[in-house]
């Protein structure tokens, strides 16, 4: 009997992207086989126990996909998934103020209103799930449309509900020039600008202002209609996705490292697993296309390898920046809880806001101060140089997790496990010292955190302290591959992060060079990792135009899609060809 399996599809990567793709194939009633290497799949999606009964998030806390099509196609409530919106009062929400080197200072009305009005909350009606939409979970055009202010999606959805919005200059924008125009005060726009630059789309590239502001409203916007703290996370969200995937028949191998994506005549007919896999050796057929979830460096540059690439193609790979930053996540086992310093705590005592962990961006003051964030971490691309004072950082608030959960001031046996902290650090793999730097001094960057972290916190010292479980930028990589710099944009800083100006062109849709090869990563599709559901979804639309899968009456694709003339149409309406 062979031990070689055939599929009419193989994932490469069982991660958030490899793992819905799997989802949707499945509800679509063909044969699916999901490749992981590491022991268990989720990649970002993960927790960590570092001590029994205690769970924490390395890196992805909270829910970057309310406006996601696929909860209700993909029907996750039967499997599981559970999210508290906890929705916030807007006034209270405004209250709160921002943290800087001088205390908390209050938003003011007209941040409020403009970024509200951005996101789509005054509109009559509000289009906020639209707008995400619009912005994430819609397929860049065919090549043969020219792209232009009236058929960028956004564009269109604020030229039907704000259109007084709606300008050429829109699109060219940085989201510091948005954020001029509708916004008010300097730490406001500050504060917005580190969570689009922690989130993906920095606020500083030209042309994706949209896009940067609406990353940043996936988590304070979502389509509830009120500023939101979404519990839950991305761990319980994956619990489900995976249940919904093997529910419909998909075939999850883990422990199994695809060694080689094979080619048969410039056609991709199946991987071979690595010899010391789990099922060493083995080949897994594909008999419709093989799909590559992980990064576009391991997929095209490893496994297809330079015999089956134009030389053309293999250097615009090689030229595809992954670099960002990758994110430092800190959090802190306790004595007792951490309290804020008095120059915050008089602020929330004030304005009875309650004093442990509210979470938040550090420092606000101005713009300056993100900038020179940005040049230490992207520029000189090694150690931190900036005074800890005045080093950007966020923390997590209490509220985004469940109030029994041990990261929401719940207290253990053994003390109290604080919220997570995040900061931005150089990639490790542009860090002018070599990869393995910052793993070399570790205990420095470990002491420089506390440093950051202590200018708004009292209890961050010896005396306190019984864990501070941290991760290296490197140790973030090699446990979630696919995160390359630790942000889910993973390409270069500008306009090419969306539509059809992708990096490398031949990727632009999810095609690849090597027919019934598919690449569903951040690395090279829009819009990225963190954006649940949106690369499976857009690519959906794809595989439906090639004739690779026929979903049921449960499929509907975006609004604002283009079929590729002379393809099948993703509209169950349009099905013949264009």
């Avoid at 509830?224 to 419909?248: D, E, M, Q, W």
């Avoid at 604080?418 to 001094?441: Q, R, W």
Wanted: glycine fraction near 8%.
């Amino acid at each position: 009997m062979s031990k070689d399996e055939r599929y009419d599809f193989v994932i490469v990567g069982g991660g958030p992207n490899g793992m819905a793709t799997a989802a949707y194939l499945a509800k679509s009633d063909v044969s699916v086989c999901v490749l992981e290497e590491r022991t268990e799949c989720g990649g970002a999606c993960e927790t960590q126990e570092p001590i029994p009964g205690v769970r924490i998030y390395p890196h992805a806390i909270l829910m970057y996909a309310s406006s996601a099509p696929g909860f209700d196609q993909l029907e996750l409530w039967k499997y599981g998934f559970r999210m508290n919106w906890n929705p916030v009062d807007i006034a209270g929400a405004a209250g709160t103020g921002l943290m800087t080197t001088k205390g908390y200072v209050r938003i003011s009305d007209q941040d409020a209103m403009g970024w509200g009005k951005l996101g789509g909350m005054l509109g009559q009606p509000m289009f906020t799930r639209e707008l995400q939409r619009a912005t994430f979970w819609c397929p860049p055009h065919p090549p043969e449309v020219e792209i232009t202010d009236d058929n960028v999606p956004y564009m269109q959805v604020y030229k039907q509900f704000q259109p007084d919005l709606w300008t050429h200059e829109l699109r060219e924008m940085t989201m510091f020039d948005v954020l001029d125009e509708h916004c008010e005060t300097e730490v406001f726009k500050t504060c917005m600008a580190y969570a689009a630059w922690a989130s993906g789309a920095a606020a500083h590239w030209e042309g994706v202002a949209i896009p940067a502001i609406t990353c940043v409203q996936l988590l304070t916007l979502p389509n509830t209609g009120k500023i939101s703290a979404p519990r839950g996370g991305l761990h319980a969200y994956f619990h489900a996705i995976h249940r919904c995937a093997v529910h419909n028949g998909a075939v999850v191998r883990t422990n199994c490292p695809v060694d080689e994506i094979l080619i048969d005549d410039g056609r991709a007919v199946g991987v071979r697993l690595r010899e010391t896999a789990a099922m060493g050796g083995r080949t897994i057929h594909a008999n419709n296309a093989v799909i590559a979830a992980c990064d576009v460096h391991q997929a095209f540059l490893k496994m297809v390898g330079p015999k089956h690439l134009d030389p053309g193609f293999i250097r615009d790979v090689k030229d595809i920046s992954l670099k960002n930053q990758t994110l430092y996540v800190s959090t802190f086992h306790t004595k007792k809880p951490l309290t804020y310093k008095p120059l915050y705590k008089k602020y929330l005592d004030k304005n009875n806001l309650g004093t442990y962990q509210i979470g938040g961006v550090y420092p606000c003051d101005s713009r300056e101060m993100y900038y020179a964030d940005v040049a230490d971490v992207d520029g000189f691309k090694g150690k931190p140089t900036l005074d800890p004072k005045y080093k950007m950082w966020f923390q997590m608030s209490a509220q985004t997790f469940d109030p029994t959960h041990s990261q929401s001031n719940y207290p253990t046996s053994k003390g109290y496990i604080s919220t997570p902290f995040e900061m931005a650090l150089t990639s490790p793999d542009y860090h002018v010292e070599g990869e393995d730097a910052p793993d070399k001094y570790r205990d420095e960057l470990k002491q420089y955190a506390e440093q950051c972290f202590s200018n708004v916190f009292d209890g961050l010292n010896d005396e306190n302290i019984i864990h501070h479980w941290y991760a290296t930028g490197r140790e973030i990589e090699l446990r979630n591959t696919g995160l390359i710099g630790g942000t889910w944009a993973g390409s270069r800083h500008c306009e090419d992060q969306l539509w059809g100006n992708r990096p490398c062109k031949g990727l632009e849709r999810y095609r690849s060079p090597i027919d019934n090869l598919y690449h569903a990563h951040q690395t090279s599709g829009h819009p990225g990792g963190l954006c649940l559901m949106a690369i499976p979804y857009n690519l959906m639309h794809i595989l439906i135009e090639d004739g690779m899968v026929e979903p049921g009456n449960w499929w509907y694709p975006s609004p604002w899609y283009i079929p590729q003339e002379g393809k099948i149409s993703a509209d169950p309406k349009k099905k013949s060809k264009v």
